[in-house]
T-cell receptor, first 113, second 109 residues
Framework: DVKVTQSSRYLVKRTGEKVFLECVQD?????MFWYRQDPGLGLRLIYF???????EKGDIPEGYSVSREKKERFSLILESASTNQTSMYLC????????????FGPGTRLTVT | QKEVEQDPGPLSVPEGAIVSLNCTYS??????FMWYRQYSRKGPELLMY????GNKEDGRFTAQVDKSSKYISLFIRDSQPSDSATYLC?????????FGTGTRLQVFP
């Protein structure tokens, strides 16, 4: 079974703090993704990576950056957290040529106060 | 117009009912059609996917794709309380996947 884990289930941060969300997958997948999920808006792609040290912007990259130093690990960074970044953050991975076959982690519920 | 439209529900049905969940999409270039199930406070779980028009069956679940109408459906037969979840459709191709907003389903005993 594919397993995608995320470092925290719940996180509370203050406005202006730097926030790191970590994601690890154990299936040797080339592709990894970060989404945020908000009521009525569905899943929106923030960034994705198709290889180590490679990254591509998704639909809503503003205010976020990512890091992929190892194949199994993909980090999402909020440089200066703001209240409008309060959301559920979901990490996913997929095989290189099967981008549509994505496997998700349990999510991190981030609250910025 | 959104690229993928999905009725948010909620949909409430009695145990044993047949459930129909639907999505429409606008881009005829999309080739892959997925259904994810998301339980409360969990990540989405890939349920079924198909890449052609027609039906695909897996146990109590049937995915149906009509490319001419740009319409996909997920049918759940003999629904169970354990099927209570949010169901997300996702439509895309080899380098892009777009998710619907999800339909919340409640199956009551």
């Amino acid at each position: 079974d594919v397993k995608v884990t995320q470092s925290s289930r719940y996180l509370v941060k203050r406005t202006g703090e730097k926030v790191f969300l970590e994601c690890v997958q154990d299936m040797d997948h080339e592709n990894m993704f970060w989404y945020r999920q908000d009521p009525g808006l569905g899943l929106r792609l923030i960034y994705f990576s198709y290889d180590v040290k490679m990254k591509e912007k998704g639909d809503i990259p503003e205010g976020y950056s990512v890091s992929r130093e190892k194949k199994e690990r993909f980090s999402l960074i909020l440089e200066s957290a703001s209240t409008n970044q309060t959301s559920m953050y979901l990490c996913a991975s997929s095989p290189r040529v099967l981008t549509y076959e994505q496997y998700f982690g349990p999510g991190t519920r981030l609250t910025v106060t | 117009q959104k690229e993928v439209e999905q009725d948010p529900g909620p949909l409430s049905v009695p145990e044993g009912a047949i459930v129909s969940l639907n999505c429409t999409y606008s881009n005829s270039a999309f080739q892959y059609f997925m259904w994810y199930r998301q339980y409360s406070r969990k990540g989405p779980e890939l349920l079924m996917y198909t890449y052609s028009s027609g039906n695909k069956e897996d146990g109590r679940f049937t995915a149906q794709v009509d490319k001419s109408s740009k319409y996909i459906s997920l049918f759940i037969r003999d629904s169970q309380p354990s099927d209570s979840a949010t169901y997300l459709c996702a439509i895309g191709n080899t380098d892009k996947l777009i998710f619907g907003t999800g339909t919340r389903l409640q199956v009551f005993p």
